[in-house]
């Protein structure tokens, strides 16, 4: 049996009266890709984020193996640094060096020397294709590469799952490419992913599971073949010949 | 002499803003309702409402009243340094909350403590975006000693009335070299300032040549 890495049971979470998440439960398992999908503010975001508890959930509890990381006492600090995240907006420190940027969690959060911090940072950058630019400060380097470095400063933390908050959106179309091929690679390698995306293209050949949400809740989960060829609703049929469309038309 | 007493004061006055403005500053943004409402704004309306001359009489004299006898050079110190922090906290609140919240979320989600992401994530871009306001902030402090007069450190200017009693000289003649004394200070201070904006900028982020265009 696989090892479930995340579980998340009956989640809550309001902004002022709205509620944005409403009840949402799944479960990840070891070396799985989840892709999350569904219309813009039905809380795919949101949901990332109180996984990892930059928001905390009102209600709900969520697993990290078997350490329930949602209750109030525990080092949430030590948590978020098993659990990568990779932002839309890429968050690159500006101060700071793209091996900088990698190695300064390994050194500052896991008190690590500065030559191993260093070794592994640069192995890290490497694997994501930016052996060249360890030097470059975020602003010397494209969107696509910083998004790059920010997925090497997650993977340099050795995550037990990593969480990405549509890392393309904010990319011009010929960036999109380098950032999908690195994150395409992460998983083949077996790394715990779940996956907020509007790439149809990548759920459809990456993704163990999709999750479809809608308006806060699940609405439907299953591997892709599933999900794209037989949806059971109609919202989800819906949003997926929308998407189709659209892909359609890029297309010609 | 009186030159060196004058830096001295601008330095102490200075040293002792930055250490107690950064916490101000930090604790107003990111400090809950008491330490900001009961600790930080209080101290910060204080000294940025009561004129600066007032300050150094309330301290020096109001610690005599309470039986504390301070020097001049600490009451001085202690009103010309807290009026300082208070002013060099509002440049780097106003630097600390220019940078993207992005960047503390950043941080925390690769396990920073709050105090962590402060001291090694928004602190160092936040000082390298305060230089010019805070080069501000020096020109200023080093003028203000000239009121420590009042209290009777010999500084620059109480050693120009000194001379010009001595001498019985050209009183107009001494406070031109005063005031070019305190150009040459102010002028060197700001210029150091430029070097180290210059030297610590972030490529890409940079305060940019303003290039107008007719």
Redesign the interface.
């Known amino acids: 049996m696989t090892q479930t890495i995340l579980k998340v049971e009956n989640l809550h979470k309001s902004y002022g009266k709205t509620e944005v998440i409403k009840g949402v439960s799944f479960e990840i398992k070891k070396s799985e890709t989840k892709v999350i999908v569904g219309p813009s503010g039905t809380g795919k975001s949101t949901l990332l984020r109180c996984i ?1 508890q ?1 928001d905390p959930p009102d209600k709900g509890r969520v697993w990290l193996e078997d350490v329930e990381i949602s209750k109030s006492h525990i080092d949430i ?9 990779v ?1 839309q ?1 890429f ?5 700071l060096t793209a091996l900088d940027n990698v190695r ?2 390994l050194m ?2 896991k008190g690590m020397k500065e030559e191993e911090a260093t070794k592994i940072s640069i192995e890290e950058l490497k694997r994501v294709g930016l052996g060249d630019k360890i030097h470059n ?4 380097l494209s969107g696509g590469q910083q998004q790059r470095v ?1 997925i090497a ?2 993977l340099a ?1 050795s995550p037990k799952l990593i969480l990405f908050d549509e890392p393309t959106s904010a990319l011009d179309p010929e960036l999109i490419g380098e950032v999908l091929e690195v994150m395409i690679n992460l998983a083949k390698e077996g790394t715990t992913m779940i996956v907020v995306t509007h790439e149809m293209g990548f759920a459809r050949s990456v993704a163990n599971d999709i999750i479809f949400m809608d308006d806060g809740i699940i609405l439907e989960e299953g591997p892709p073949g599933e999900i794209f060829k037989n949806p059971k609703h109609k919202r989800t049929a819906k949003f997926f010949s929308k998407i189709t469309q659209l892909e359609g038309e890029k297309a010609k | 002499m009186g030159t060196l007493v004058t830096i001295e004061l601008a330095l102490a006055f200075l040293g002792l803003g930055f250490v107690v403005g950064i916490p101000l500053a930090v604790g107003e943004v990111y400090g809950n309702k008491f330490v900001k409402n009961l600790a930080v704004l209080p101290i910060v309306e204080f000294f940025r409402s009561i004129p600066a001359l007032v300050l150094l009489f309330l301290f020096y004299f109001g610690a005599s009243s309470l039986n504390l006898s301070l020097s001049p050079f600490i009451a001085a110190l202690l009103a010309m340094g807290f009026r300082s922090a208070a002013y060099q906290s509002q440049i780097f609140r106003g630097a600390i909350k220019s940078i993207d919240v992005g960047q503390m979320q950043a941080a925390r989600s690769i396990g920073m403590s709050k105090f962590k992401a402060i001291r090694y994530i928004i602190l160092p871009q936040a000082l390298r975006i305060s230089i010019p306001s805070w080069s501000n902030e020096y020109s200023s402090v080093l003028k203000d000693t000239s009121l420590v007069y009042a209290l009777g450190v010999t500084e620059l200017m109480r050693q120009g009335r000194y001379i010009v009693a001595r001498t019985f000289g050209n009183a107009i003649l001494v406070y031109v070299v005063c005031a070019l004394i305190y150009f040459v200070i102010v002028h060197f201070g700001v210029k150091l300032l430029d070097f180290l904006e210059e030297k610590y900028k972030i490529p890409g982020y940079e305060i940019k040549k303003v290039t107008t265009r007719a």
């Open positions: 990892n930059l600090n030590q948590i978020r640094a098993s659990i990568g995240f932002f907006s968050n690159l420190f500006t101060h300064i969690g500052r959060v400060y975020p602003a010397q920010s400063r997650a933390m």
